[in-house]
């Protein structure tokens, strides 16, 4: 992929994205939110806010303004809103936040807090989708990775709607009884479209090209590509059309979710397939560790099935609904994100520093920026904590959660160290550390000019 850029704010939203992890992880180890508290609590709502919002949004959104010009071979359009949306969604997030620390402690401030964090959100969500969506609406036709994105920019569309309805009415701004209905049966809706659309079905979309890439497997689109867009994408319309309907009838809407979650069970399957077929194709047979721990992201995801399964047998009890969504968002999302973040800031760091002086200078490789020794164990440690946390969610531990939120909080400062590590160039060699005409990246913010080039020796 030659004449790649850099993405200006890119770093800055994972940085933020990572910072918002480790404030999740530290709630968890102090009891805050659920299981400690109950499912609907005004506590809980605010750490999976600040998980859903502060730390896996921002991170997708930060790869989208990567990768997405990647995947169409196109560059970003409209990359100076980059920084506003980051802006207001931060800032949307800190009031809404502050809206359910208020209801847990009298709601003197919620008839403002909340429409005013929900209007913020829209706006920085809004600069997000204007980006991406212009980026794609340019390249069409689009290849079917780029068709995931959209896919999963419309499930963030209907997520902010549906999340703006429940604070206008939550504040009082209105008191219509079929929106306050849609509160009632709404809220598993706002849950599905924000972890199954927006963020697992444009993971998976954006990993039809990452895995590829990075093991250089064979890049071809099959029938069972199209089969996880087509069905995944189906699911996601059935649970959005799902919404209005709770509204129109104020009544159930068991068969419309009972069709969406077997559609959705059968692109995961199709999709976990898919996987397997890309590594067992790859050319690359010594796998880099986001590789190996992309393995255990995706036994995440499928893990998620049978509680799938279960809950629409057994119902949906508060244990296996706090199972379900945390295994899919630390099991699935957040390993996913951290594997890939080990590739990805390293690879970025490379293009920044060494791109203006590729063929001119001696340079490392990516993989020199790394010390796979010291990650492993971070990711191991990672990876049994949310075993655990998962069975002490089920079986309504609440001890043995904190303890295990204690091992994800350790893990994450752990590879936050070794993603700083990579951008401080810590591991590559003085030989080749600093050649002339190479750029020194800071932390948080790359400084490069447009159009660092990369070849294949870099991976």
């Known amino acids: 992929m030659p004449g790649t850029t850099l993405s200006r704010w890119t770093m800055s939203f994972f940085a933020t994205a990572l910072s918002f992890l480790i404030g999740g992880e530290v709630m968890m180890v102090l009891g805050y939110g659920f299981p400690s508290a109950e499912i609907a609590a005004p506590e809980t709502l605010f750490l999976v806010h600040v998980i859903a919002i502060g730390w896996l949004s921002l991170l997708m959104a930060g790869a989208l303004l990567q990768f997405v010009p990647v995947l169409v071979a196109r560059p970003l359009c409209g990359e100076r809103f980059a920084l506003p949306a980051l802006l207001l969604i931060v800032a ?36 997000l989708v204007g980006i991406v969506a212009a980026t794609l609406w340019r390249a069409r036709p689009l290849p079917l990775p780029a068709r995931f994105v959209a896919g999963g920019l419309a499930a963030l569309a209907a997520t902010t709607v549906l999340g703006g309805c429940f604070a206008l009415t939550l504040a009082g701004v209105t008191s219509d009884g079929a929106m306050a209905g849609l509160v009632v049966s709404g809220v598993p809706l706002h849950a599905i479209l924000g972890l199954g659309g927006w963020l697992s079905f444009t993971a998976i979309g954006v990993s039809y090209r990452l895995l590829p890439m990075f093991m250089l497997s064979p890049e071809k689109e099959k029938g069972t590509n199209r089969f996880v867009l087509g069905a995944g994408g189906m699911a996601l319309f059935l649970v959005a059309a799902a919404a209005p309907a709770a509204i129109v009838w104020e009544a159930g809407v ?3 979710l009972v069709a969406a979650l077997l559609l959705g069970l059968a692109a995961i399957g199709v999709y976990g397939s898919d996987a397997v077929e890309i590594y067992r194709r790859r050319k690359r047979k010594t796998m880099e560790l986001n590789s190996r721990m992309t393995i255990i992201a995706l036994v995440g995801l499928l893990a998620t099935v049978p509680l ?14 706090g199972a379900l969504v945390f295994l899919a968002a630390f099991g699935w999302l957040t390993f996913l994100g951290l594997a890939q973040l080990y590739k ?11 791109g203006p002086v590729l063929g001119r200078a001696p340079t490392p490789r990516v993989q020199d920026l790394v010390d796979e020794r010291n990650a492993v164990v971070w990711f191991a440690l990672f990876a049994g904590s949310v075993a655990t946390a998962t069975l002490a969610i089920l079986f309504s531990h609440t001890g043995l959660f904190r303890f295990a939120s204690l091992g994800l909080l350790i893990a994450t400062i752990g590879l936050a160290g070794e993603f700083a590590f990579a ?5 590559v060699s003085d030989a080749l550390r600093h050649p002339q005409g190479a750029v020194r990246p800071n932390l948080f913010l790359p400084h490069m000019p447009r159009g660092g080039h990369h070849g294949p020796a870099a991976l």
Request: glycine share 14%; aromatic share 10%.
């Open 308 to 321: 799938c399964v279960g809950a629409f047998l057994f119902g949906l009890s508060d244990a296996l609904i």
């Open 92 to 127: 949307g997030l800190l009031v809404l936040l502050l809206a359910f620390a208020d209801l847990s402690g009298g709601g003197r401030l919620v008839g403002v807090a909340l429409p005013s964090g929900a209007l913020l959100l829209a706006a920085g969500f809004s600069a």
């Open 423 to 427: 951008r401080r160039l810590a591991h």
């Open 344 to 354: 990805i800031i390293p690879f970025m760091t490379w293009l920044e520093c060494y």
């Open 254 to 256: 068991t068969g419309l």
